[in-house]
């Protein structure tokens, strides 16, 4: 079957006004594939994926071609648009990439502290504890994310951000996998304080000692996630 059930579409989300119709497509679908509302091995229809945005299919063949570069989705002709499987070889490459890239903006960050900066982060911290008790894994996420973009903004090098996320589809696909694990949740929060209040503190050493343990979190589980979840793999 060609076209996916109507609610494997459900999370996404027809275009507003101020984004190209491509671009839509493209952020829309990346962020279904990467939280797994499109799971591996799900058809992905032009058709279907055009009708539920309300935009045409060209848009959204622009937006397939870009997730196939990216990783997300195989295409084979003659057949079918599938979600590819998480590829562990390119997560770690993109969790070697990360680590290393924000061990430089921690250290850079806790040289420095400012107000600001201490600001931005318990304001980001104190975002996340509200969705934890709301319990929206969602919005965890998202809290998750914008924690660490606040460092990169911090440290004035907002493009590596996009460069990271760019090279991070697989890692962070696995990352959403192990989020309802219990006590992910908890662990990750504890983490940020840890690693806010050392940069805040003038910690260098303290924050890439808790930032280490928060990046290698996931694959330190990673065994466990694959055998709850083989056909994710």
């Known amino acids: 079957m060609d076209v996916p ?24 679908l990346r962020e279904a594939l990467i939280s797994l509302a499109l799971p591996p091995g799900t058809v992905v229809s032009r058709a279907a994926v055009a009708m539920r945005l309300g935009v045409s299919q060209t848009p959204v063949r622009e937006a397939l071609i870009r997730l196939q570069e990216d990783g997300l989705i195989a295409v084979v002709p003659h057949s079918a648009t599938r979600v590819t499987k998480i590829d562990l070889a390119s997560a770690r490459e993109a969790s070697f990439l990360r680590l290393s890239v924000e061990l430089e903006i921690v250290r850079r ?48 090098v907002p493009g590596l951000r996009d460069l990271v996320r760019s090279r991070s589809v697989h890692l962070d696909r696995l990352r959403r996998l192990h989020l309802p694990s219990p006590g992910k949740v908890d ?47």
């Open 187 to 233: 662990a990750i929060l504890s983490d940020h304080e840890a690693l806010a209040e050392a940069i805040i503190g003038g910690d260098a050493d303290g924050a890439e000692r808790h930032l280490r343990r928060h990046l290698s979190g996931t694959f330190a589980m990673v065994e466990a996630i694959r055998a709850a979840s083989p056909d994710f793999f």
């Open 109 to 156: 960050l806790a040289a420095a502290p400012d107000a600001r900066l201490a600001a931005s982060l318990r304001a980001e911290l104190a975002r996340m504890r509200e969705w934890r008790a709301r319990g929206d894994q969602a919005e965890i996420a998202a809290a998750d994310e914008a924690f660490h973009t606040a460092l990169y903004a911090a440290a004035e």
């Open 5 to 28: 059930p109507a609610d494997d579409l459900a999370a996404l989300a027809p275009m507003g006004r101020r984004r190209s119709a491509a671009e839509h497509a493209y952020e829309t």
